[in-house]
């Protein structure tokens, strides 16, 4: 079965400190992985995106990493900001040849995280 | 550039009665998808267009789930019926499908329409 696992499924830390989220996958055929950023109340925006051959990506203080032998995919936030407070989705995207070609994507539930002064 | 926008932002109806999404992605984004996200829960698949056209449909959870797109622009998602069991929050999401050389296939999305069944 196609699943997304991620861990924790909610996280506090301080503002200025780090914080790593997991994600764990079964999908196939894979063709890439992205992590999401949905504030509450809002649509998800892309943070990064992985093919097979990519094993780390940044965007800004967001660092994602990607372990396609054991299926596993981090997401590192660096130097946490208020404003990071949201929740962060992984997804899997499994190309689908019955519908020539487009990526389908598969979601995790997400990390609620928050971020404390 | 606008981005996706979805209407109404909020719906609450009553059990049994019809209700319509509307979704306007991107403009010149041949995709368009639809997804659900229960309270707590990660996004499902409902349905995705290619064009006006819609090749995978699998997800709609029965046949009281049924969307149209025109004009290779507007979609509208039609829940007939509704149950309980409905209330979720529906999102869209357009992109560029296939994507442009070098470039990739992100789905961006709109705000999405809570929809609450009573």
């Known amino acids: 079965k196609n699943q997304v696992e991620q861990s924790p499924q909610s996280l506090i830390i301080l503002e200025g400190k780090n914080c790593t989220l997991q994600?764990?996958?079964?999908?196939?055929?894979?063709?890439?992985l992205r992590w999401y950023k949905q504030d509450t109340g809002r649509g998800p925006v892309s943070l990064t995106i992985?093919?097979?051959?990519?094993n780390t990506k940044s965007n800004g203080r967001y660092t994602a990493t990607l372990d396609a032998d054991t299926k596993q995919s981090s997401l590192h936030i660096t130097a946490s900001q208020l404003s990071d407070s949201a929740s962060y989705i992984c997804v899997v995207s499994q190309t689908s040849v019955r519908s020539g070609g487009y990526n389908k994507l598969i979601f995790g539930a997400g990390t609620r995280l928050a971020v404390h002064p | 550039g606008a981005g996706v926008s979805q209407s109404p932002s909020n719906k609450v109806t009553e059990k049994g009665k019809d209700v319509e999404l509307r979704c306007d992605p991107i403009?010149?984004?041949?995709?368009l998808y639809w997804y659900r996200q229960r309270l707590g829960q990660g996004l499902e698949f409902l349905i995705y267009f290619q064009g006006n056209s819609a090749p995978d449909k699998s997800g709609l959870p029965s046949d009281r789930f049924s969307a149209e797109r025109t004009g290779e622009s507007v979609s509208t998602l039609t829940i007939q019926r509704t149950q309980q069991e409905d209330s979720a929050v529906y999102l869209c999401?357009?992109?560029?499908?296939?994507?442009?050389?070098?470039?990739?296939?992100?789905?961006?999305f709109g705000p999405g329409t809570r929809l609450t069944v009573l």
């Open positions: 403009s010149g984004h041949t995709a």
């Open positions: 992985m093919t097979f051959s990519e």
């Open positions: 994600c764990n996958y079964t999908v196939s055929p894979f063709s890439n």
């Open positions: 999401a357009s992109s560029l499908n296939p994507p442009p050389a070098g470039g990739t296939d992100t789905q961006y």
